[in-house]
């Protein structure tokens, strides 16, 4: 009798499951098609904005929209395309949870004739996804040291926070802020160190070299996030006349501009891309190509005291 | 001589470290620079601190870093947005003293869970504060749907500003001192304290001489729960912005102070006094090398060795300890 129970049991939950079935968005609930996407945790805006955006363009165009995150973990992106797949998605938006590790995911999507488009971040192999669509950092890197070095009047020692240093972004940023600045021998770097991108850590970082270093006439950092933990510990040791400049053109970090804390920062198109990647998953699901290059780089813009105004969530108002 | 030595380990580590450090680096052993030495070892000191019970309890606690970014986040809630009563329409915005207390309920309920689960459903330690730590984490990314609280200066027409003193100047290093004396005074001279040790000692033997395991393990979770909710109000004041990711492996860094500070894993064997001392190890460490420009990657290697060679050493002066009984 249990064992019947048991298979009773079974049976059961197998009949629920597929009544569930019919209703996963196949061919899309009425019709609709889906269009995955897929970014980095939600508790950064930069990625919010990116989902936010694609699933508003996705519905515009017609698509039902299947939000989901990964979390920068490589194996959870993997179950992502695999439900992607599993619900008949035409097309994946993902913002990649890592260079090399998120090839073969990509890959698997092209092997089941579903396309993915990449935003903000590239993979490091070509042919595989339909189009990789990213913000140019190094063009926005080198336009932000250019107005870090205008602000500091081309001279004074100052200290620079990296990214996380296993990040290509890290690195891109970090030598597009050299190559500009390297140029003024007047200028001085004092102290370098990685503070992962996080404002915490920046905080803290900032207040031990402060300590060595009280002379600095500005902080450059390789995202706003640690910007603006660099302005607080700035701020809390009187330090407040420092120059800070960021990258991301986040919305906390133009306030803090508006406000006079921080100075500048580039902004990163995240919602333009994003549009533009749902655009071309549109044109590629109807003609059969994306009507654009794989690669392709958007520039930044340089957002300061005179223009923070003009601009909203990662994009122009 | 030896033993003595083996049991400061952590203070001759830290002397060593400060040593070096100022010869390497004249700003080292400035005022200033110690003065944030300490604000930075603040942090980690007071979660260290409730962590210190924990494992003196026979336990662990992983949920500590999600606990303090929770209750950063509902401080953050309550200052920006005030407390919303949809179903009356209005919106209240509680004076500052009162959203630190509230928000370090928060963090003593998430304590209190975890003693449940641990104490009256037998979970393992391990577990219990692992569930509770992605839970907590989710709960404070709920809060704000992920976003940043971005301004807790509060405004002065509602009556809430204030909440930036928690965090500012030497404010921490006094609460550091304040929850250290507090909890070494009860780790050491209360009833609870010589349980929570007889607990962590022999827990069978303390249930037959007459302890409340149950209550003391409960306890203890709860402590734990708002020392690191204190932390997360005084990470959200310097920052004067909470953000749902913070204290994201500030476990990490808890335990090993803890367990530099000569308190063993097993529980029952170890103090306050040298859980201080570690997260003061950790923190030199740690300032010492940025303020060296040493490389993040070294920083983190250099840490690790130093705790491995923490442990060791704690076996080692276990077994200088046997000899004499073995003989």
Known sequence: ???????????????????????????????????????????????????????????????????????????????????????????????????????????????????????????????????????NNYQGAALGAQEFVRLMGEKGSYVELVGRESDTNAAIRTQGYHDVLDKYPEMKMVARQSANWSQTEAFQKMETIIQGNRGIKGVIAGNDTMALGASAALKAAGLAKVLV?????????IAAIRAGDIQATVLQPAARIARLAVDQAHHYLTSGTTGAPEKQAIDCELVNRANAGEFGVFARK | MTATLFRLRALVALVALLVTFSCLSPAFLSAANLTILLKHVAINAIMAIGMTFVILSGGIDLSVGSIAGLAGMIAGGLIDHGLVLRPFGVVVYFQVWLVIAIA?????????????????????????????????????LLLSNGATFPNLAGRADLGNTGFPL????????????????????????????????????????????????????????????????????????????????????????????????????????????????????????????????VSEFWQIVIKGI???????LDQLQRRIQWQPSVK
């Open chain 2, 306 to 312: 130093v705790i491995i060679v923490a442990v060791v």
């Open chain 1, 1 to 135: 009798m249990a064992a019947f129970g048991k298979v009773a049991w079974v049976l059961a939950v197998a009949a629920l499951l597929s009544a569930c079935g019919p209703r996963q968005p196949q061919a899309g609930s009425g019709g609709r098609k889906t269009i995955a996407i897929i970014t980095p945790s939600h508790d950064n805006p930069f990625f919010k904005a990116e989902a936010d955006n694609a699933a508003a363009r996705a519905r515009e165009l017609g698509y039902d929209a299947m939000v989901n995150t990964h979390d920068d973990d490589a194996h959870k992106q993997d179950e992502l395309f695999d439900s992607a797949i599993a619900n008949h998605a035409v097309a994946i938006i993902v913002d990649n949870a890592g260079a090399d590790a998120s090839i073969a995911a990509v890959r698997k999507a092209k092997a089941a004739g579903i396309p993915s488009f990449l935003i903000d971040r590239e993979i490091n192999a070509n042919g595989v996804a339909a189009a990789q669509i990213v913000s």
């Open chain 2, 104 to 140: 370090l309920m928060g963090g003593a309920l998430v304590g209190a869970i975890n003693g449940l689960l641990v104490a009256r459903l037998s979970v393992a330690p391990f577990i219990a504060t692992l569930g509770t730590m992605y839970a907590a984490r989710g709960a404070a």
């Open chain 1, 245 to 253: 400049v960021g990258f991301d053109g986040s919305p906390d970090v």
């Open chain 2, 166 to 293: 928690l965090g500012e100047g030497t404010v921490p290093i006094w609460l550091m001192v304040a929850f250290g004396v507090a909890a070494a005074l009860v780790a050491a001279r209360t009833r609870f304290g010589r349980h929570v040790y007889a607990v962590g000692g022999n827990e069978r033997a303390a249930q037959l001489s007459g302890v409340r395991v149950k209550r003391v393990k409960l306890l203890v979770y709860v402590i734990s729960g708002i020392c690191s909710g204190a932390v997360g109000l005084i990470v959200a004041s310097q920052l004067v912005a909470a953000h749902p990711a913070t204290g994201q492996s500030f476990e990490l860094n808890a335990i090993a102070a803890v367990v530099l500070g000569g308190t063993s894993l097993m529980g029952g064997r170890g103090g306050i006094g040298g859980t201080i001392a570690g997260a003061l190890v950790i923190g030199a460490l740690a300032d010492g090398l940025v303020l060296l420009g």
